[in-house]
């Protein structure tokens, strides 16, 4: 999901790096805008990265980024710093699964800085999000 930041707000209007237009053109029946306060666009970065950049590289290695998913939020604290989603099977059965939805800005740093240690230890290269991400 691509983000525009807002630059700055213009007689209580937002202004973006892009001109509106340019980004309203994107649009597309059955699309739509998601309007996030500052913390929630910080969090879903701090997804994004960990989805589209940490995951894929170290599935470079040769294994899935399913794994990797569970290998991570297994070694690096995910159970205490991710949330858990409650599922209900077709079978009746209910099971839990760690998310990265919903968790707040200061567990997703502490899970994405447990990531980047374990990296280190475990000689893994993992690409480190921006700095302003890890804080």
């Given at each position: 999901m691509k983000q525009y930041p807002v630059m700055s707000m213009i007689d209580g209007l937002p202004t973006f790096k892009e001109p509106l237009t340019e980004i309203l053109n994107e649009l597309k029946v059955g699309g739509s805008l998601c309007v996030m306060d500052p913390l929630e666009a910080?969090?879903?970065?701090?997804?994004?990265?960990?989805?589209?950049?940490c995951l894929?590289?170290?599935?470079?290695?040769?294994?899935?980024?399913f794994y990797w998913d569970h290998r991570l939020k297994s070694e690096c604290n995910g159970l205490e710093l991710l949330n858990i989603e409650t599922l209900a099977l077709v079978d009746?059965?209910?099971?839990?699964?760690?998310?990265?939805?919903?968790v707040s800005k200061k567990r997703m740093t502490q899970f994405i800085e447990s990531i980047l240690t374990w990296s280190q230890d475990n000689d893994w290269?993992?690409?480190?999000?921006?700095?302003?991400?890890?804080?």
């Open positions: 910080h969090t879903a970065r701090q997804r994004a990265w960990y989805k589209g950049i894929p590289g170290l599935a470079e290695n040769g294994d899935s980024t009746g059965s209910i099971v839990g699964r760690l998310t990265t939805k919903g290269l993992v690409m480190p999000p921006d700095e302003d991400l890890r804080r």
